[in-house]
């Protein structure tokens, strides 16, 4: 498994600043956040191909470009229209960047609340971007995320179905499905199978009230709850049975750090980074052996 650091961590310095701070730590890649100051469909093509030379000289790859358009579930025509024309754009950063999957956003609201014609809209559209997507031998990414159309395994096959295309896949989010209340460990692995495409962690326990620093409140089937973010073993997501799982289907794709807990940047994603290899050393799989 290979090792990435999610620019969006260092969204506070340039994309040169946090490539510089990733390749430091020892990751073995940058997943890029689809934001200024690092990259949009705002962003020249020089630009662009700056950033490509910058990964080279650091040698950083860039596995995915994290991209926050679409949306289409609950968007008008015109809205819709728009985001398909920006994914365009980023379809092209992502083809000078060497970059195999862009992340898209499905779309609200919560699986629980959605009406098929939500799940039909975004499919259409997806479908769109998934057709675009292969000019450049570029997958989709769909993140398993709370608030969304997807947040389980099952709604996200739902979607995947009806899109019905072999280059989109899902992010398997620990956290996010901690949030949702829904299987994180080996059942949601086995569950996704070929579909699983790239993996994020990140940590998050439940909290009495939002207000302090890494603080949120979020809509689940629970009713509103509050969340903190946290550095991995310090909240409430046990990552350890993904981590089990993952070796057990020899996953060998990227996983990405994107810790958001209340830390200075560079520390905290030195510290996830070192939690994720001491449990990847210490990976078992369902006979209870030990994998060296």
């Not at 730590?25 to 950033?51: M, N, W, Y």
């Not at 495409?197 to 709850?225: I, M, Q, W, Y």
């Amino acid at each position: 498994m290979k090792i990435a650091a999610f620019s969006g961590v260092f969204l506070d310095y340039s994309i040169h600043q946090a490539m510089e701070y990733t390749k430091e730590l020892g990751f073995d890649g940058i997943e890029i956040a689809c934001k200024e100051p690092h990259l949009s469909i705002e962003t020249s093509r020089q630009r662009v191909e700056e950033i490509k030379t910058l990964s080279k000289a650091f040698h950083l790859k860039i596995p995915a470009l994290a991209g926050y358009l679409g949306w289409f579930s609950t968007s008008s025509d015109n809205e819709c229209e728009k985001s398909f024309a920006e994914f365009q754009q980023i379809v092209e950063w992502a083809n000078i960047l060497e970059s195999d999957m862009i992340r898209v956003f499905q779309g609200g609201p919560n699986a629980f609340l959605a009406a098929d014609y939500h799940y039909e809209k975004a499919a259409y559209w997806l479908k769109k971007c998934a057709g675009k997507a292969k000019e450049y031998n570029k997958k989709i990414v769909l993140e398993i995320h709370n608030m969304s159309l997807v947040e389980t395994v099952e709604s996200g096959l739902k979607l995947l179905n009806m899109i019905n295309e072999e280059n989109v896949g899902l992010i398997h989010d620990a956290g996010n499905m901690y949030i949702t209340d829904t299987d994180y460990g080996r059942d949601s692995v086995m569950g996704l199978g070929r579909h699983l495409f790239h993996v994020h962690v990140k940590d998050e326990k439940r909290v009495d009230k939002a207000g302090a620093p890494g603080t949120f409140s979020n809509l689940t089937k629970h009713g509103e709850e509050k969340f903190l973010q946290c550095r991995l073993d310090e909240g409430e997501v046990n990552h350890q049975p993904l981590f089990d799982a993952l070796k057990e289907v020899g996953y060998d794709k990227w996983i990405t750090l994107e810790c958001a807990a209340p830390h200075p940047p560079k520390e905290r994603l030195a510290y996830d980074l070192k939690k994720v290899k001491q449990m990847l050393e210490n990976v078992t799989v369902t006979n209870n052996q030990t994998v060296n």
